[in-house]
């Protein structure tokens, strides 16, 4: 049971955790919206001074401020993203679901919680220091994970421009919205090969992992850490692309908690709609994308070149284009998620957030189930010791696309984890970028 000043410094900590992406935000991009811009440092600032105020000189009506801006943050998160605010005018940018996203409404959500208990709560005559200690011990190491993280993600993000043109130039990496669903957009990253590379040119894109609930599609920082980009081999096999004359594209997609996993699906294909969409204004061959990704990443890779439009996920923009794929590399991705038993607990954990023990949906959601002669070659990358996605689910993909006359390649990389960069690995990371790449050259890299 906790005290009521137990609960009043658990909703301070928690209101300035909430406070400080936004803090550090806001003057990041100010060049790119001053009005958002200002209105994040100001309602931060606002919700920071209010908090401190709290801690400093409790009193019910301090309370009843701090669980109003908390509600407050929590309502204004939810509009934003889940119904949207009106685009244009240049008066604001929309910002791509980044993991501030996660730390900012779970901060305030727990902030609002703790001051509804302690307004109810009698406050105590005498509170023990040690027994308020050990009750807000764990919030302020939550807190200071919540702030750092949000701070450094959010001196990150990406404000997307909604009036750029939808191009890439020749050396360089843009970043555009693909798809904006209800009110969430979306960014992807394209990086064109230098002056000189021929057009159209074939597309390789990266999917990212990260569980379906962290990552981001960033090369570096705390996304790209959580995403583990180097296990993925990214950095290294877009650099070789490049040369290649391939266009390389990342992508965010919605994450979860916030958003059910049918979401990323539909994310992920309609990214490759919008590529096929714009292909003119960025130089590409529709008939030649490529795709690959790790962990979660790789799952959706395998959801590209396996569930058509029949399974239901091609909803959205550009409906009018196909978000089939002529070529996959899957990285340890999950096939069956009604064989994950032996997962780690994380993995489990994010299962049953997910599908709440649903067979049906499960099923709906492994790729091996769409699984059909006419799906596009594949190359599968699975580590042996892999103890967070083990080594059947993509030897089960492998043998449903053999039985289906689908060409594929399994690789089990041995002394590899959920990763292929372990050192000591065989073959090695060096080995599998050069495979990872070459086939991408064979399937889609020379015009047929």
Request: proline share 7%.
């Amino acid at each position: 049971m906790y005290s009521r000043t137990a609960l009043v410094l658990i909703a301070s900590i928690m209101g300035l955790a909430a406070a400080t992406p936004h803090l550090v935000a806001g003057p990041t991009h100010f060049g790119e919206s001053a009005v958002l811009g200002v209105g994040l440092v100001v309602g931060g600032a606002v919700q920071a001074v209010v908090a401190i105020g709290l801690v400093l000189k409790p009193s019910r009506r301090r309370m009843l401020a701090n669980l109003l801006l908390a509600a407050v943050g929590v309502v204004a998160w939810w509009f934003v993203r889940k119904v949207g605010l009106p685009l244009g005018g240049g008066l604001w940018r929309p910002e791509a679901t980044s993991i501030p996203d996660l730390v900012v409404p779970i901060a305030n959500t727990i902030a609002a919680l703790a001051l509804a208990a302690a307004l109810i709560r009698p406050a105590a005559a005498s509170a023990r220091g040690w027994l308020t200690a050990a009750a807000t011990a764990p919030f302020v190491l939550l807190a200071l994970v919540f702030g750092a993280v949000g701070a450094a993600a959010s001196a990150d993000d990406t404000w997307l421009s909604l009036s750029a043109p939808v191009r890439a130039p020749e050396g360089q990496t843009v970043t555009l919205m693909y798809c904006d669903p209800n009110g969430a957009p979306l960014a992807m990253d394209l990086s064109e090969p230098g002056p000189g590379s021929a057009h159209p040119a074939p597309v390789a894109l990266y999917i990212h992992g990260g569980g379906g609930a962290v990552g981001d599609r960033q090369a570096a920082g705390p996304g790209a850490a959580l995403a583990n980009q180097d296990g993925a081999l990214f950095g290294q096999m877009r650099a070789m692309l490049l040369k290649m004359g391939f266009v390389v594209g990342s992508i965010d997609y919605r994450l979860q908690p916030l958003y059910p996993w049918q979401d990323q699906v539909a994310d992920a294909k309609c990214a490759v709609r919008f590529l096929r969409a714009n292909a003119n204004n960025l130089g590409i061959d529709p008939m030649r994308i490529g795709v690959w990704g790790s962990s979660e990443g790789g799952y959706l890779a395998t959801m590209l070149g396996t569930a058509t439009p029949a399974a239901g996920f091609d909803i959205g923009d550009y409906a009018n284009q196909s978000s089939g794929v002529e070529a996959v590399i899957d990285m340890f991705g999950p096939s069956d998620f009604t064989r994950t038993s032996d997962s780690s607990g994380f993995v489990k954990a994010i299962l049953a957030m997910t599908f709440h023990g649903d067979i049906r949906a499960e099923r709906r959601a492994s790729s091996v189930t769409y699984v059909a002669l006419g799906d596009p070659p594949f190359l599968i990358f699975q580590g042996a010791d892999d103890g967070e996605i083990p080594p059947h689910h993509s030897v089960e993909l492998s043998e449903a696309l053999t039985k289906a006359g689908v060409p594929n390649t399994l690789v089990i990389v041995q002394g590899a984890g959920h990763g292929l960069n372990t050192p000591g690995e065989s073959p090695g990371p060096d080995a599998l970028a050069r495979q990872a790449v070459g086939f991408l050259v064979d399937q889609v890299g020379s015009k047929s």
